[in-house]
């Protein structure tokens, strides 16, 4: 027997969503908000193996992972300091796809060179489980997948290319979801094949 995937309620893909100069104006917000929070290696909880993928954040709260977990907090694991407000570009793609009353509290910023992956995930951290989350790739072209509410559902692969904007409400919202690769060479954007995806999240009450 053969299982079909079938996208789940909730999912949108909104291809090239920013024009190449909002991506740049964009771009240009990233680099601001990572020269007050540095990207940094974050390790995975327990082995303390480090991730592929290089993280920050923008807003009130930021999503961090450690040897002893992973949280939301205010301020950067390495430096102390609070992370750089939510650009206001950012916001107004929230307020206009999201269809959420409140603004998301964290914005976290994944920055993927060539070799960079991440793993099959749910992201499951936020109290706010309802909340969509939104996402925006900037840079080389990766090969998404997803697929359903369990790790071994069958799972669709996406590309996502500079300018996308996914949403991951509804149903799609607890669905496994990952980056198997980076294209390399697919944008002018970033140097060296970079990629960066900024997810918002509403975190909501422990
Ligand atoms: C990425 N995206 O595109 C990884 N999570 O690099 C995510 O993990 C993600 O695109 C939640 C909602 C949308 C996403
Ligand atoms: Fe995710």
Redesign the pocket.
């Known amino acids: 027997m053969t299982s079909k995937f079938e996208f789940p309620d909730g999912f949108r893909l909104l291809p090239e969503y920013f024009s190449r100069a909002a991506q740049e104006k964009l771009l240009e917000n990233v680099r601001h908000g990572v020269g007050i929070a540095p990207l940094y290696r974050a390790v995975m909880p327990r082995t303390g193996q480090p991730l592929s993928?290089r993280g920050s954040n923008f807003g009130p709260l930021g999503w961090i992972s450690e040897k002893a977990g992973y949280r939301y907090s205010p301020s950067h694991p390495v430096t102390n300091k609070p992370w750089p407000v939510l650009p206001d570009i950012l916001l107004e793609l929230w307020n206009a796809v999201s269809g959420w009353p409140e603004p998301p509290e964290a914005c976290?910023i994944?920055y993927?060179d060539a070799k960079a992956r991440?793993g099959l995930?749910v992201?499951a951290d936020e109290n706010a489980k309802h909340a969509?989350?939104?996402?925006v790739?900037l840079g080389a072209t990766?090969l998404?997948r997803l697929g359903g509410h369990a790790r071994d559902n069958p799972t669709r692969s996406l590309r996502?290319s500079s300018g996308d904007v996914?949403?991951?409400g509804g149903d799609a919202?607890r669905c496994y979801?990952?980056?198997d690769r980076i294209y390399p060479d697919t944008s002018t954007l970033l140097p060296k094949s970079g990629?960066i995806?900024l997810?918002m999240?509403v975190v909501g009450r422990a």
């Open positions: 993928v976290l994944n993927y991440l995930h992201d969509p989350i939104v996402s790739s990766a998404y996502l996914v949403v991951l919202r979801h990952g980056i990629r995806n997810t999240r």
